[in-house]
Structure formats: C-alpha cells, structure tokens
C-alpha cells in the first residue's frame, strides 16, 4: 500500500506527469515545479489563466527557506504550517522563472496530510499544487467530483473523501495569506481557516492587516 503509492506518485511525478492527490483541505493536482513542461500542462488541464499563479507545495518548514525569502519568524512559519493555510512570500531565485513568472511572490502549502508531505519529501523539488478541477468550477472532495480530468493525469490517489463533502465550508481550500510585507499580513483568500490564521498572526506575532 503506502509505500508503493508514495514512490508510484513521486515516480509519476519525476517522469514530467500530472498526479492527482488528496490534501487537508480539498483535492489537488500537483507536477514538479521546476519542470516547465509539466507547469504549462497543468494550466492546459484546468483551462487556467495564465496570469493565476501556482502555489508551490513542500514537505516541511525547513525546505521553505531555500525557495523563499522569509520575513517572519520561523516559529510563525511552524504555527501555520502544515496547515490548512498557504503562505504567500518573496520567492527566491532557486524557484523555476517559468512558474509564476509575472510575480516576485509565491504561496506555499505543506498540507496537514502525511500522504502528500511523504510524495514531497520523496520529490528532488517543490512541487506545484493547485485544486482539482476545471477553473471557475467548484473544488472537490472525492476523487470521481474530477472525473472530467481523469484522462488527462498519470496518477490519481484516492484518499476517500475529504470533510463533509455536503458542506460548503468544506469547498473553500486554504487560507491565502500574504506575508511578503515586514509586520503586515493581508488575506488573499479567507479559505477555511480565516479565523484561526488571523488570531495567530495578530495576538500572537503582533502582525497588523494590510490592505488587499
């Protein structure tokens, strides 16, 4: 089981593929974010504008620092992650230039799901992750709510369903959290963990919200 679908996904991966995965909060597909080829696919697959960025995916704190420049304590970075939450920051200039090549930022997700940090760990580099489906369609929480893309992945891993797949709250992905601005953070997208995310980056780091 565990094993073989942990080097069966990062093989896949490795190879230049698209591999559908389950995470903490929806479903994902994710391919290597140094690999150019398998970045542009993944736009192809989800008909996604060009101008949207890709979050890159990691399988722990310490991997952060060689793709970000970080401007928060690193204790904050281990309260959020992993987490619910993606961590938008000044990217650095190991990260691949054809992803995301309109912005000097970059969001990171370690999900709180050991299945996809094992498929990270596995992986030489990021990966990039983005939700499973069509763009401007509703997320997803089992594995056949995506079955429109199934032709196009090498790999799909069916973790069962995630949360309450009749809740909407269920749907919204992760928090999206600028903290590129020293002192600040600003919430891209209140996601599933607004309020917690919030109350840690305020009370606790003394962060104040910036203008979105």
Do not use: M
């Not at 090498?154 to 973790?159: E, P, R, T």
Request: hydrophobic share 40%; net charge neutral; aromatic share 6%.
């Amino acid at each position: 089981g565990w094993r073989e679908a942990v080097a069966a996904a990062a093989g896949a991966l490795q190879a230049g593929g698209l591999v559908a995965v389950p995470t903490d909060t929806i479903y994902g597909v994710a391919c290597l974010a140094q690999d150019s080829g398998a970045v542009r696919s993944i736009y192809d697959l989800k008909g996604r504008n060009g101008r949207k960025p890709l979050a890159i995916c990691l399988g722990d704190v310490d991997r952060l620092y060689r793709y970000c420049h970080v401007n928060v304590p690193d204790e904050l970075l281990r309260d959020l992650l992993p987490g619910p939450v993606t961590l938008v920051l000044q990217r650095s200039e190991e990260l691949n230039k054809d992803l995301n090549p309109f912005t000097s930022l970059v969001g990171v997700r370690i999900p709180n799901h050991p299945f996809i940090q094992e498929v990270a760990r596995a992986c030489s580099g990021p990966l990039a992750l983005t939700s499973a489906n069509i763009s401007c369609q509703a997320s997803t929480l089992t594995v056949s709510e995506f079955q429109d893309l199934w032709p196009q992945l090498s790999l799909i891993i069916d973790g069962g369903p995630i949360g309450d797949i009749q809740s909407p709250e269920c749907r919204l992905g992760s928090t999206v959290v600028d903290l590129s601005v020293s002192g600040r953070f600003t919430i891209i997208r209140p996601g599933c963990a607004l309020a917690p995310t919030v109350e840690i980056l305020r009370q606790k780091y003394g962060l104040v919200p910036g203008s979105s």
